[in-house]
């Protein structure tokens, strides 16, 4: 009877699944979480130098709406850009799991981001939400992102 109250009382709140993002990290799984973090302060600031450094030179990853997967080269083109157009990078990161597998970490967030690009006035990404995976392995003392994937993340809430 008491589980089934339980049971009811989380149905009637609105918690009908478990996400892992109330999950405690370990202390290899905050500092990925905080590489995660500074990978978009980077970004914003046009910190070519640094940014590359949580790139593996191996790197392989299928970007936000890419079609083809692409490699380092690549990452380091858009952050050049931002920086050299004077883009505006918003952001908004929303941690889902971030899980430690030996030398490898895997990281999934949720992402509300757009760049705005005053040479022309337009903008790109501002109408989704994008699903975020990255692959960290630990390289000497540090993480670096050894491979990734971004895609749409669809509404389903009237599924």
Same mark, same amino acid.
């Given at each position: 009877?008491?589980?089934?109250?339980?049971?009811?009382?989380?149905?009637?709140?609105?918690?009908?699944?478990?996400?892992?993002?109330?999950?405690?990290?370990?202390?290899?799984?905050?500092?990925?979480?905080?590489?995660?973090?500074?990978?978009?302060?980077?970004?914003?600031?046009?910190?070519?130098?640094?940014?590359?450094?949580?790139?593996?030179?191996?790197?392989?990853?299928?970007?936000?709406?890419?079609?083809?997967?692409?490699?380092?080269?690549?990452?380091?083109?858009? %952050? $050049?850009?931002?920086? +050299?157009?004077? @883009?505006?990078?918003?952001?908004? *990161?929303?941690? /889902?799991? %971030? $899980?430690?597998?030996? +030398?490898?970490? @895997?990281?999934?967030?949720?992402? *509300?981001?757009? /760049?705005?690009?005053?040479?022309?006035?337009?903008?790109?990404?501002?109408?989704?939400?994008?699903?975020?995976?990255?692959?960290?392995?630990?390289?000497?003392?540090?993480?670096?992102?050894?491979?990734?994937?971004?895609?749409?993340?669809?509404?389903?809430?009237?599924?």
């Amino acid at each position: 009877m008491r589980n089934s109250l339980i049971t009811l009382c989380l149905i009637l709140s609105g918690w009908t699944s478990f996400n892992v993002y109330s999950q405690s990290l370990n202390p290899n799984e905050q500092r990925v979480w905080e590489l995660e973090e500074r990978y978009w302060e980077l970004v914003k600031k046009g910190d070519v130098d640094n940014f590359l450094k949580l790139w593996h030179e191996g790197f392989t990853g299928w970007g936000c709406g890419m079609v083809n997967t692409f490699n380092k080269k690549r990452v380091e083109d858009w %952050v $050049k850009a931002v920086r +050299d157009d004077d @883009i505006e990078l918003t952001y908004e *990161i929303d941690r /889902e799991s %971030v $899980k430690e597998y030996g +030398d490898v970490i @895997i990281a999934y967030y949720s992402s *509300i981001y757009y /760049e705005y690009n005053p040479k022309d006035n337009s903008y790109w990404g501002k109408e989704n939400t994008w699903k975020v995976t990255h692959t960290w392995k630990r390289m000497g003392d540090t993480y670096q992102i050894i491979g990734g994937m971004c895609g749409v993340l669809e509404d389903n809430s009237d599924k």
